[in-house]
């Protein structure tokens, strides 16, 4: 392991954040964004509440259209875990955009590098590997190999985890009536464990994993066929608002498993390679998942995915036709190689756990400061704050959500809004003073948003 250089990442506070613009967006992201909208329909949530038209992003920081620029708290949506434009990936992508673009799933220099580079990153026998295109589509590969591997067909799966949005993948998550008449049959779901709002507690208020267990073992005997093939969960929920679970639960929750003879599938599209400070967020409570899927941050913007299976259940993955057009292609496999090796060149797992420091110093003091700030969670770069009316009752304050997220941005803060849970998921390369800067923003703008609601 390398040694983070914080020269490699300088952000000139003098120039990030500015906005120059009377308005924001300014006339020509707007502009933008009206021929946009003239073809192209379902944008998300964060684009519809500020249509900003970005031009280019350089490390930890972001241009729009109109010259406005922005500290990057986004990485894309938890992509570009390792900033904008990272010299070697730009240029590992361009050399194989001159070289070989495609060969479907042939053998590749490039491709056998990625995979030894893997195995040796990942923890225990997670040595198998299949590469993709999307979270989703590794998502579907690893229930597929599931089945194949246990000759089970059902699947558990938690309240309000998000596992992407083919048919399986919403069967996963959370139903809205245009995902389906019903979740496809075999996949169930039950709550998975909240420390700030846990359904089942200890007489002194904190969390019970036992219950959870015991919970687990009543709904599979008394709502499944008991033919549970796996346990799908995001170690650490993202789109749900950075919910993190007690130490003792994933330990237990293997335990639980292998008694049972099911397996335990870690969806870490948007939790591994360096974004909570480990390769996979699952090494934080030693615990081996089954099956892991990995993403987003994998290839820092180019799209590449990943299914990691452990060594018992490789013959699962040659049963399932995995290979696809795009996954493994020359391009993504450049991408993903230099990701990992620049974590490893410059110490990058460490800087993720220094800037979590960082963070939580701040965030934690808003517990005190403010009287809308519920909770404070976060490990490495992945960061949540729950903004709530009422201490006591934890009543969700959406609006204020809402609010701080656009008073934020127009501060020159670019991020992601969900609901009354801020999210926050800055690149790990983060140079101190970038950081302490978009917590100051956030500050001022709860600070503002608090006044404005309460009084
Ligand atoms: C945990 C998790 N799984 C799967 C997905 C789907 O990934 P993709 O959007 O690349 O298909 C996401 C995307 O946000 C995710 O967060």
Redesign the pocket.
């Known amino acids: 392991m390398g040694k983070y250089n914080p020269a490699a990442y300088a952000v000139d506070l003098k120039q990030f954040p500015s906005i120059k613009t009377a308005t924001l967006p300014g006339p020509k992201s707007q502009a933008l964004h009206a021929r946009a909208v003239k073809h192209i329909r379902g944008l998300s949530e964060q684009v519809r509440l500020f249509p900003v038209a970005f031009e280019s992003g350089q490390g930890c920081t972001l241009t729009d259209a109109d010259g406005n620029r922005y500290i990057d708290f986004s990485s894309g949506?938890?992509v570009t875990t390792l900033g904008h434009c990272h010299p070697k990936i730009s240029e590992a992508v361009a050399t194989y955009a001159k070289k070989l673009m495609n060969a479907h799933d042939f053998t590749s220099e490039i491709k056998v590098r990625l995979l030894e580079k893997m195995a040796a990153v990942l923890p225990g026998d997670l040595k198998c590997f299949q590469l993709y295109d999307?979270?989703?589509?590794a998502?579907e590969a690893a229930l597929r190999t599931c089945r194949a591997a246990t000759g089970k067909n059902e699947f558990i799966s938690c309240f309000r985890?998000?596992?992407?949005?083919s048919g399986h993948?919403v069967s996963l998550a959370r139903m809205n009536k245009f995902n389906g008449p019903t979740r496809s049959p075999g996949f169930y779901m039950v709550p998975r464990p909240d420390t700030y709002r846990p359904l089942w507690a200890r007489p002194d208020g904190t969390l019970d994993t036992e219950k959870y267990l015991e919970f687990y073992d009543l709904f599979i005997k008394e709502s499944t066929t008991n033919q549970v093939a796996a346990f799908v969960l995001?170690p650490i929920q993202?789109?749900g608002g950075t919910i993190i679970p007690p130490d003792d639960f994933f330990p237990k929750l293997r335990k639980f498993l292998d008694e049972r003879k099911i397996l335990l599938v870690a969806?870490?599209?948007?939790?591994s390679i360096g974004r909570t400070g480990k390769w996979i967020c699952m090494e934080h409570w030693n615990t081996l998942p089954d099956v892991v899927?990995i993403?987003?941050g994998f290839g820092n913007g180019f799209?590449v995915?990943a299914m990691a299976v452990r060594a018992p259940f490789a013959e699962g993955v040659d049963k399932i036709s995995a290979s696809t057009s795009y996954g493994g292609n020359p391009m993504a496999c450049a991408a993903a190689l230099a990701s990992l090796e620049v974590i490893e060149e410059e110490g990058l797992l460490e800087r993720a756990r220094e800037l979590e420091t960082l963070f939580h110093k701040r965030m934690d003091a808003w517990k005190q400061k403010f009287r809308i700030v519920g909770d404070t969670r976060g490990k490495g770069c992945l960061l949540g704050v729950e903004l709530v009316k009422d201490k006591a009752t934890k009543e969700p304050f959406d609006e204020a959500g809402k609010l701080v997220y656009q008073h934020a941005f127009r501060k020159g803060l670019a991020w992601i809004p969900a609901g009354h849970i801020l999210r926050m998921s800055p690149p790990i390369v983060m140079p101190d003073n970038a950081a302490h800067k978009g917590m100051d923003i956030i500050e001022e703008s709860i600070g503002e948003v608090e006044k404005k609601l309460l009084g």
């Open positions: 949506i938890y999307s979270g989703t589509t998502v985890d998000f596992h992407g949005k993948a995001e993202g789109w969806d870490e599209v948007l939790t899927t993403g987003k799209p995915t």
